[in-house]
């Protein structure tokens, strides 16, 4: 019997793609460069980082009326009062002017977007000595600590409008017409400005804790200063224009017109409120970004 022999057979040569060079070379360049300095907010990176920011709006909102027993509320119970308040004082025993709209209604118009800006100027203000171990331990834009802080106290003034309206309807008061489409202009107003203001008093806690203090005297001053208890057109002319450097004053001014169907502001006025708020978020972004490395040591 023969015993064949069995010869080896070569594998079949898999066949490899040809890879070339091109195939390894990447369409992206990236340029490492120190952040910049000037007035400017990195949109590119806050959109990045907006998960975040969606956390930290909600652990507010949910930490804001935590262990409270009558909760959210508060929100339509403080201008409620602080109307009362106001309306008692001012309105009975002082005797301030109302314009052409009923003294209750102008009074709760000027309660509801004084106190966002209150509360948001508070809150944007201490956003980073609040957030101690997010600051020195993790990174992400900064900015974003005072933005948060500005958008939460949304949630009070929203859901303190059905006072506004509720009031709106007893008096029988309603918009004049397509004005009340700039209500959100003027808003969008008040929060600029309390974000500069947060940028500027946020940095500033940093290095000196005495800003926690001088926020709730100023606050209490603000109000008088806004006209938030009068008609600011009823008050003498020259007067009017002072208080047109308070950015606030076109705020409630404006609502007025937009919401109540008050006296139309002065558009000179607005314009010199809406320059005072623009520079503000200005020279407040640029102190922010200029402390923004410091933040972590010095805090």
Do not use: C
Request: charged share 15%; glycine share 6%; net charge neutral.
């Amino acid at each position: 019997m023969s015993s064949s022999k069995l010869e080896p057979r070569e594998a079949a040569a898999t066949p490899v793609p040809s890879v070339s060079e091109a195939d390894f070379r990447v369409d992206r360049t990236v340029v490492i460069k120190p952040a910049s300095r000037m007035p400017h907010l990195d949109v590119a990176e806050l959109w990045h980082f907006r998960e975040l920011l969606q956390t930290l709006v909600w652990r507010d909102v949910v930490v804001r009326y935590k262990q409270t027993f009558l909760g959210i509320a508060w929100a339509i119970l403080v201008p409620i009062f602080t109307a009362v308040v106001y309306i008692i004082v001012f309105g009975k025993f002082a005797n301030f002017p109302a314009g052409e709209v009923s003294y209750p209604v102008l009074v709760i118009g000027g309660v509801l977007p004084m106190q966002y800006f209150a509360s948001s100027l508070t809150g944007s203000s201490l956003s980073l000595a609040g957030n101690l171990q997010l600051v020195t331990k993790v990174y992400f834009p900064r900015a974003l600590l005072p933005l948060a802080a500005v958008i939460v106290p949304m949630v009070d003034l929203i859901v303190g409008l059905p006072v506004l309206v509720a009031l709106m309807w007893n008096y029988e008061t309603w918009p004049g017409g397509t004005e009340v489409l700039l209500a959100p202009a003027f808003l969008g107003l008040a929060f600029m400005t309390a974000l500069g203001a947060g940028f500027f008093l946020s940095a500033l806690n940093v290095r000196y804790r005495d800003v926690r203090y001088m926020i709730p005297v100023f606050l209490q001053v603000l109000p008088l200063l806004s006209g938030v208890m009068y008609a600011v057109e009823e008050i003498p002319r020259k007067w009017q224009w002072i208080l047109a450097f308070n950015p606030m004053t076109a705020v409630i001014a404006g609502l007025r017109w937009a919401v109540l169907d008050a006296s139309a502001p002065d558009l000179g006025q607005t314009a010199i409120g809406v320059a005072v708020a623009l520079v503000l978020f200005l020279a407040g972004l640029f102190v922010f970004r200029s402390s923004e490395p410091r933040f972590a040591d010095t805090i």
